[in-house]
């Protein structure tokens, strides 16, 4: 794959092939877009990332430049080399149709993350049930440090901000742009991204 920027429409996602070594640009075009990531072994898709295994090797809920992605079997999947947001979110699921009638009860259901991810992934065998928690790219989730209380709140996400990761693996990848309403500030943007 050249080093061209690809955009992903708005409320849209897509699955491509990311080989050990390689470098994957994560771009906000306007500003206030997240952007769910995941990935899978290309070898073996049922190693996929794992939030759990990352939270607990890093230590840490606040995932930025050095930070490692791990997967369900304890390997490192995707190192993060550049983060000029410091926010994003490793600790909700995908957005999904049951997701629009929980929390937008007066808005259309969309098929949201989840949807376009299983869709997206398809092709490469992974079935909708495998999809795991995404790291969420420019998600903007406080976690209240008395009472455990999550809250979302507008990315704070400037346009052209970046997220860059390197493949520490070879690696199939589903990516978004979000389609949830308060995920994103209530409007929705397109993703832009790069292998190099």
Known sequence: MSADMVRIEPRSGT????????QLEVIDLEGGQVSDLLAFASDD??????????????ETIRLTSGSTL??????????????????????????SKDTFRHFYPDKPVHR??????????????IAPDDIPCAFNVFMN??????TGKLS???????????????????????????????????TFKPIGYRVT
């Open 45 to 58: 898709p049922r190693e996929s990332l794992s939030n759990g295994r990352t939270f607990d090797y890093e």
């Open 152 to 186: 979302v709140e507008p990315p704070i996400s400037k346009a052209g901000d970046v997220l860059r990761l390197e493949a520490q693996m070879d690696l199939v990848i589903g990516l978004t742009a979000c389609s949830a309403y308060a995920s994103n500030g209530g």
């Open 141 to 146: 989730v406080p976690v209240d440090g008395e």
């Open 15 to 22: 699955a491509f092939k990311l080989k050990r070594g390689q």
């Open 112 to 125: 949201g993350c989840f949807g376009n991810l299983a869709a997206a992934l398809e092709p490469y065998g």
């Open 70 to 95: 791990w997967s369900n079997r304890s390997n490192p999947m995707l190192k993060i080399t550049h983060d000029d947001v410091g926010s994003h979110d490793f600790l909700l699921t995908p957005c």
